[in-house]
Nanobody, 123 residues
Framework: VQLAESGGGLVQSGESLKVSCAAS????????MGWFRQAPGKEREFVAR????????DYADSVKGRFTISRDNAKTTVYLQMNSLTPEDTAVYYC?????????????????WGQGTQVTVSS
């Protein structure tokens, strides 16, 4: 499966942004999906994950209550709604897919990755 993120951009602190991850080649019906981010000079970190059947989500403490991961009914696109953004959320955001037996926070457990989309939050 090929993944492509979009929707990044420059916003001010306190504003919202929704990034998307579109799949091609096959649907996301049987993949656990994750969002990760990487800021300059830092390691890639977990942000959110969604189970393949839509029954479970999980968020990093730093984004809990502000970010929401979701998927469209056609199961071809995964979203990350980001509210109350702060400059600390500035990073390249990546979506990733893992097989349905792997529901993980570890980047190394995800097989397919998009190219990333830049999110910049100004103060």
């Amino acid at each position: 499966v090929q993944l492509a993120e979009s929707g990044g951009g420059l916003v001010q602190s306190g504003e919202s942004l929704k990034v998307s991850c579109a799949a091609s080649g096959r649907t996301l019906s049987y993949y656990n999906m994750g969002w990760f981010r990487q800021a300059p000079g830092k390691e890639r970190e977990f942000v959110a994950r969604l189970a393949w059947d839509g029954t479970s989500t999980d968020y990093a403490d730093s984004v809990k209550g502000r970010f929401t991961i979701s998927r469209d009914n056609a199961k071809t696109t995964v979203y990350l709604q980001m509210n109350s953004l702060t400059p600390e959320d500035t990073a390249v955001y990546y979506c990733a897919a893992a097989n349905l037996f792997t529901f993980s926070r570890e980047p190394s457990d995800y097989r397919y990755w998009g190219q990333g989309t830049q999110v910049t939050v100004s103060s």
